[in-house]
DNA sequence: CCTACCTAGTCACTTTTTTTACTATGCAAC
DNA sequence: GTTGCATAGTAAAAAAAGTGACTAGGTAGG
């Protein structure tokens, strides 16, 4: 019922195939949300069985067929309800943190391996971001968009994103300097 | 499998019981992961049946008795094994970002009020932290902390946490702003 | 005296998520 | 000529997580 109200917020707004839609949650939607494409292609099925969503095939030449999903009338009614709704509180999982959480039982050059990696990641993110951002501003520049602009929504999420991704960086680097200084200089 | 560890990591430096776990989890392992209390008490049967937990009963007198677990050396070395493996990606749900990235078709009284209500739980998160950061700071500065400190690792999930929750108020405010200059004055 | 909240859990059921594997075609590089 | 990657999916089972209700005594406030 949740990864529904986030599949609706990814269709509203341009008709989409699951494998697009795949692509998007690698992308930007895995800011405020995750899940697989096994996940998405169920819920999509669910979704338009329940009217929802209509979905039409497309014939394409040189690769498969897709089917292209739309959000319906009904569709439209249940996201305006989830928006009246309580947001329940974010969850994070996440496995670095605790790993680091048990540094002192820890194979401390695996987790700083893994820090490392993590700051690779979330820059390649925040590269994505600030792409998607630029994309959503156009020429504008950011004032007159937050005065104009009507993407507004997907222009604060990409914002929580990319200060997060900041965020990332900035707490990996200061962990790899701590790391370092406390258990012998590293590779 | 991923529930556990983290339990491990919590445990690992004092034996506690179920219910001290689920209140941990509500303030400060919710930092990197979230689990209800049922979920708990699930796996630390699961664990100690595993061999990873010792469980020991404590009477109490006027209260109910509580079982205290401990990391046998089992869950020792299973929780060193995890941390020599690459952490799966950070994963996050988080309600209130897809009720904003569909805020042209949102009901957008509702979702400011959400916005505000985020902001105070964030607030108190924050509090939450900086306190649990003062009681691992002792009479130490933050600067002879990392130089001479034992838990390195719950102070940097501390800090993150902090830098997330303190990203999370910023960003409120910046969406309330403008929310506000775009929808109409708010209440 | 009543209400509400704290400690310390257990049980049953449902929903969600993850994992693993499989089907096809096309294109480009080596 | 085959390896790897992109497109565009499907299927089934297992594991994990979430929901709601229930037990039971204690403490604090008005």
Redesign the interface.
Known sequence: M?LR??L???L??RESSGYDLAKKFRVS??????ATPQQLYRELEKMESDGLLAARVVKQERRPDKRLFSVTEKG?AA??A??????????????????????????VP??RA?IV??IA?SRERLAAYQRSLAEILGARSEEEF??TG?????Y??L??GI??ER?NI??GE??LT??D??FGAAS
Chains 1, 2 share one sequence.
């Open positions: 949740a109200n986030a609706l917020a990814a509203i707004d939607v895995a800011n405020f949300w995750t439209r996201l305006h989830f928006t009246r709704q309580e947001p329940k509180p974010t969850t994070v999982r996440d496995e670095l943190l605790v790993q680091v959480e048990a540094l002192a039982h820890a194979d695996s987790v893994s990696s993590q990641r937050v005065r009507n993407r507004i929504g997907p604060l999420t914002q929580r200060s997060f965020e900035t707490w200061l962990a701590i790391l200084r406390r």
